[in-house]
């Protein structure tokens, strides 16, 4: 069993995905099935990872903000807090450059601002485009399966196995509600407790993997530009069913650019 649970294949995609169903199926009735997302997450984590503090790594801080973005997303839904969401993209950019300030502190002061400038500029951007998708459950948890999937997949060709498995644990835990709301063929409310952790977790992890693997940045532009393609998706009046499928398209295609790029730049490179 315990040769099972260490799988990675378990830890970063089975585990989240059936964690992420059963917190959406049990914490749909109070509009919270946006506690989907993390609670995949922290699956993974409790398997791959630890929920330690010291020492205090940029793994262990991606974790950490996670779980803390998840409680602060959960607030923001249900106290309609308009002043702190629109400082989330300034928060979220800022709390990028803690997670990556003990690479950022080795490297030329050039190089650590237009390094940390990209990191803020991404995460930003990502907490932007997805807090835009937080009152569209089917949007944002489509937009949330490729972003996952995108980041885990580049993640791990870039060569960081426990980054990809945190990226692949976002992918899996949200298409588990993509699932449950084309099987019930209705939608669930998310909110932020949905849209901020995962734009958090995937945007700092798609940082470090660039930082400290082979990601290249040029992966992250297509990455970035997940939820700004699913939010400006149209959609005819279809069954959930089918719009959840006219939605994955673009999302789907810019994950897979996203991985092939890292592929493509990691194949150059001489070892």
Not at 132 to 140: A, F, G, I, V, W
Not at 247 to 259: H, I, N, R, S, Y
Request: charged share 5%; net charge positive.
């Amino acid at each position: 069993m315990q040769e099972l649970l260490n799988h990675p294949a378990v830890q970063a995609g089975l585990a989240p995905f059936l964690a992420g169903l059963v917190a959406a199926g049990l914490f749909q009735r109070v509009k919270l099935s946006g506690l989907a997302l993390i609670a995949g997450f922290a699956a993974t984590v409790y398997l791959a990872s630890d929920f330690g503090i010291s020492p205090l790594t940029s793994s262990r801080k991606i974790i950490w903000l996670g779980l803390s973005s998840a409680a602060f997303g959960l607030l923001l839904s249900l106290v309609r807090l308009s002043v702190f969401a629109s400082l989330l993209p300034i928060l979220g950019g800022a709390a990028s450059i803690w997670v990556a300030l003990r690479i950022l502190q080795n490297q030329p002061p050039q190089i650590a601002l237009l390094w940390g400038a990209g990191c803020v500029a991404y995460v930003a951007t990502l907490i932007w485009g997805m807090d835009k998708l937080e009152t569209d459950s089917l949007r944002s948890a489509n937009a949330g399966t490729a972003l996952g999937f995108g980041t885990g997949g580049a993640a791990l060709v870039g060569a960081s196995a426990l980054l990809g498995q945190f990226g692949l644990a976002l992918g899996s835990a949200a298409a588990a509600l993509v699932l449950i709301q084309m099987i019930v063929n209705r939608t669930f409310a998310t909110g932020r407790l949905f849209t901020l952790p995962i734009a958090v977790i995937a945007g700092t992890t798609g940082c470090m993997a660039v930082l400290g693997a082979r990601l290249p940045w040029y992966a992250l532009t297509m990455l970035a530009m997940i939820p700004v393609a699913v939010r400006l998706m149209p959609l005819p009046v279809k069954s959930v069913r089918m719009q959840s499928l006219l939605l994955a398209l673009p999302g789907v295609l810019l994950a897979a650019g996203a991985v092939f790029a890292t592929w493509h730049s990691a194949g150059d490179v001489p070892y």
